[in-house]
């Protein structure tokens, strides 16, 4: 069971490029988020999934796109890289009963992305 | 708004200590969940301990409680006999139930523990 995964690791882009970041759970969670994290700060959401052909915008949604095909899969694609968006990508997945009761997030690993 | 204050940017404690945390929040909605989570230096988000904004008992999880003062709107993380391993960054973050379910997050208290 490996949780989130998250690949890759760390990455370095040019101010322009484009790149998608991966993210998969193997938990069967029906929910997925995109956070990023900038130095010595919180978290902020920045897309998330109900489910698969749901998402929505978070608090920080703009230079991102998602796209949620299937339950396991949550990719976060940067279009024209800007330095702003430096930071370290977290995504994390839970399951939601629909109950009411607040259900615990698991997170990946991370990536570091870097841009220049 | 909902809002999440950590007002402690950095903690140092001796070593088998217990630590407290705070953590105060502001919401409107009666029906919400409070989270802790560790982030050592090596990055990953670990999730600690969950308190319901309806549970009658406070919270714990081994090593961990959660003080839950509801009319003080306080969710302060308690470690006890602290460990060297307990040397980390500490979130303390706030789910509405009823809203879209986004975690909203303090901007964390640093630990170092002291051997």
């Known amino acids: 069971n490996a949780g989130v995964t998250q690949t890759p690791k760390f990455r370095i882009l040019k101010i322009g490029q484009s790149m998608t970041l991966q993210c998969a759970q193997d938990m069967n969670h029906n929910y997925m988020y995109w956070y990023r994290q900038d130095p010595g700060m919180g978290l902020k959401l920045i897309y998330y999934s109900v489910g698969a052909g749901i998402t929505d915008k978070g608090e920080v949604p703009n230079g991102y796109n998602v796209s949620r095909s299937t339950t396991e899969d949550f990719p976060l694609r940067l279009e024209l890289a800007a330095p702003s968006q430096t930071s370290v990508y977290f995504c994390?997945?839970?399951?939601?009963?629909?109950?009411?009761?607040?259900?615990?997030?698991?997170f990946g690993p991370g990536t570091r992305l870097t841009v220049l | 708004a909902q809002k999440i204050t950590q007002t402690q940017p950095g903690m140092f404690v001796q070593e088998k200590e217990a630590v407290t945390l705070d953590c105060t929040y502001d919401?409107?909605?009666?029906?919400?969940?409070l989270f802790w989570y560790k982030q050592p230096s090596s990055g990953e988000m670990i999730f600690l301990i969950y308190q319901g904004s309806y549970d009658q008992q406070n919270a714990t999880e081994g090593r961990y409680s959660l003080n839950f003062q509801k009319a003080r709107k306080s969710a302060n993380l308690v470690i006890s006999a602290s460990q060297l391993g307990d040397s980390a960054m500490y979130f303390c973050?706030?789910?509405?139930?009823?809203?879209?379910?986004?975690?909203?997050w303090g901007a964390g208290t640093k630990l170092i523990i002291k051997p």
């Open positions: 973050a706030m789910r509405d139930i009823r809203g879209n379910y986004q975690l909203i």
């Open positions: 919401t409107s909605d009666p029906s919400y969940g």
């Open positions: 994390a997945s839970s399951y939601s009963s629909g109950t009411g009761e607040a259900d615990t997030q698991y």
